[in-house]
């Protein structure tokens, strides 16, 4: 009967594994020497189109050895994703350097390295290189409306070839997403403070944030997955051609 038993569990593990699984800890880049990872949650039923998913964080994280990292999907983004596995989209859950120790550029830098390695990457994971898309939370919706706002093109003289590939999404959705950092930061936040760091922001990317504000605003989106309801006022998204 024990062993009835364990034969009957195993199986239903397999099946299990079989269905749905995650490949955790995936380096898709390194920086000085530190390696940048993400959990791939790969779908059932794999519909070759792929979701880089950026949970909110403040722009930042405990700089300790036991930290928990981003991937661990503690913010609200979290709740669409059984949906959207069951949906059939593989998602990639991208950690990010974060303040107080990084500070801008270096998200939203990593979050481009991670969509460069998964469209180089594409026929490994089952998804369609030009059917891919980003989804974020927060400060993770900004650094996902980057993705589509920001140059995406490739150096093609780069020796590493991930780089070589372009940036672009195809679409992007933001849950309470900041837009103009210049603003809230004007105002104290210090989270905006600590993320900006020294650097500021640029009047180009601050224009190129405004103009899709102005865009989503004008426009609102009716329309890109069936399971987000998005015609909720604390979403803001784009298809981008």
Not at 139 to 161: E, Q
């Amino acid at each position: 009967m024990t062993v009835r038993f364990l034969v009957i569990a195993l199986s239903i593990n397999s099946l299990v594994y079989a269905e749905t699984h995650i490949e955790k800890n995936v380096i898709y880049g390194m920086y000085s020497g530190l390696a940048l990872l993400m959990d791939i949650h790969h779908p059932a039923k794999p519909n070759r189109h792929g979701l880089i998913l950026i949970q909110g964080s403040g722009w930042n994280s405990s700089q300790t050895y036991d930290a928990q990292p981003l991937t661990m999907l503690t913010s609200s983004i979290r709740f669409f994703v059984p949906a959207l596995l069951d949906a059939g989209y593989t998602l990639f859950v991208v950690n990010h350097r974060n303040g107080p120790r990084f500070h801008y550029p270096a998200a939203v830098e990593d979050v481009q390295r991670a969509t460069r390695y998964i469209r180089y990457n594409a026929n490994q994971y089952g998804i369609d290189p030009d059917r891919i898309g980003a989804f974020g939370y927060s400060s993770g919706a900004y650094l996902a409306v980057m993705l589509g706002v920001l140059d995406g093109t490739g150096d093609a003289h780069d020796p590493d070839p991930v780089n070589r590939v372009s940036v672009k999404v195809q679409c992007l959705v933001g849950s309470a997403t900041p837009t103009d950092l210049q603003v809230e930061g004007g105002s104290g936040d210090p989270a905006v403070a600590s993320f900006r760091g020294s650097y500021g922001h640029g009047l180009q990317t601050r224009r190129r944030i405004q103009w899709l504000y102005e865009c989503i605003v004008r426009h609102p989106l009716l329309h890109t997955c069936p399971l987000l309801p998005l015609r909720c006022s604390c979403f803001t998204g784009m298809r981008i051609k």
